[in-house]
C-alpha cells in the first residue's frame, strides 16, 4: 500500500527548521517529554527554542518568546489536559498559530483535553475557546500523531523530523505511537 506523504520540505532538502516549543511547565516536570524532544530535534540539526533550555533569565519572556514566533518556521505545541488552562500556554498558542504553521502533539486523550477546554471556557479563558473550536474542527489544527497521545520523545521527534524534511506518514506515525 502506498503511504501518503506530507510535509515541510523535500527529502533531499535538509535545511535547518526553526521551531519553538510551547508546553505547560507541569507536563515537562512529570516525564521531561518536551526537552527530549527538543534536544533530539537539535541532534538532528534544527534551531530549537523552548523555554527551560533557551529563555534569558534577564529578560521577560514575553520578549524572547513573541519574536522567535516570528522568525519560526513551526510552532510545536504539546497539548496536554492542563494546556489550556494556562494563560501563558494560551497566550503562546494563540502566537503560534498567527506567525507560524502549528503542529500539535497531544500528551492526553482528546476527550479529556476537551473536558479542559470547556473548564477553561467555563471560566472565561478566551483562548481556551479558540483552541476549543480549533480542536473540535480537526481540519483546522494538525495533529503530528493523529489524536493518539503519546509521550515517548523517540517517537515524536522522529516524525516531527520526517514531516519537516518531508518524508512524513501519518498512517506510520500513527502506528509508531
Not at 516525564?31 to 541532534?43: F, L, P, Q
Not at 533569565?57 to 494556562?86: M, N, T, W
Given at each position: 500500500?502506498?503511504?501518503?506523504?506530507?510535509?515541510?520540505?523535500?527529502?533531499?532538502?535538509?535545511?535547518?527548521?526553526?521551531?519553538?516549543?510551547?508546553?505547560?511547565?507541569?507536563?515537562?516536570?512529570?516525564?521531561?517529554?518536551?526537552?527530549?524532544?527538543?534536544?533530539?530535534?537539535?541532534?538532528?540539526?534544527?534551531?530549537?527554542?523552548?523555554?527551560?533550555?533557551?529563555?534569558?533569565?534577564?529578560?521577560?519572556?514575553?520578549?524572547?518568546?513573541?519574536?522567535?514566533?516570528?522568525?519560526?518556521?513551526?510552532?510545536?505545541?504539546?497539548?496536554?489536559?492542563?494546556?489550556?488552562?494556562?494563560?501563558w500556554t494560551t497566550q503562546e498558542w494563540g502566537v503560534l498559530g498567527n506567525k507560524t504553521t502549528r503542529l500539535h502533539i497531544l500528551l492526553h486523550p482528546i476527550p479529556e483535553i476537551m473536558e479542559s477546554i470547556d473548564n477553561a471556557v467555563k471560566s472565561g479563558n478566551t483562548h481556551g475557546s479558540k483552541m476549543g473550536m480549533e480542536l473540535a474542527n480537526s481540519g483546522s489544527v494538525q495533529f503530528l500523531l493523529g489524536d493518539i497521545p503519546c509521550r515517548d520523545p523517540e517517537i515524536i521527534a522522529e516524525h516531527l523530523h520526517r514531516y519537516l524534511i518531508g518524508t512524513f506518514s501519518k498512517e506510520e506515525a500513527c502506528d509508531a505511537a
Open positions: 500500500m502506498e503511504r501518503s506523504r506530507i510535509g515541510g520540505q523535500s527529502e533531499t532538502n535538509n535545511k535547518t527548521r526553526k521551531l519553538v516549543v510551547s508546553y505547560k511547565t507541569s507536563d515537562e516536570k512529570e516525564d521531561n517529554v518536551v526537552s527530549g524532544v527538543a534536544n533530539i530535534m537539535k541532534e538532528k540539526g534544527h534551531d530549537v527554542w523552548w523555554e527551560l533550555g533557551d529563555i534569558n533569565p534577564a529578560d521577560a519572556f514575553q520578549r524572547q518568546f513573541y519574536p522567535r514566533c516570528v522568525e519560526a518556521d513551526y510552532g510545536i505545541a504539546f497539548v496536554s489536559k492542563d494546556y489550556p488552562l494556562s494563560e
